[in-house]
């Protein structure tokens, strides 16, 4: 899977239309189990609240054995 790089008004519509679907298990996207990571352009105090990202990454889990 590539890795997307979306909005956060993409990422609020994925999870409307149940494009990423939020699970006990994960976030799922086409099947694929997704890590969604949050892009900050903001000061390194607020990196830790995802709610004010500036976009998201949504790429696959990796998986390790």
């Known amino acids: ?6 909005s956060e008004e993409e990422l609020k519509k994925m999870f409307k239309n149940k494009e990423i679907l ?6 799922f996207y086409k099947e694929k189990e997704v890590d969604i990571i949050a892009i900050h352009d903001k000061e390194v105090k607020y990196v830790g609240d995802i709610a ?14």
């Open 52 to 65: 004010i990202a500036s976009s998201y990454k949504i790429r696959e889990k990796i998986v390790k054995r």
């Open 22 to 27: 939020d699970t006990n298990n994960g976030w």
């Open 1 to 6: 899977m590539k890795e997307l790089l979306i």
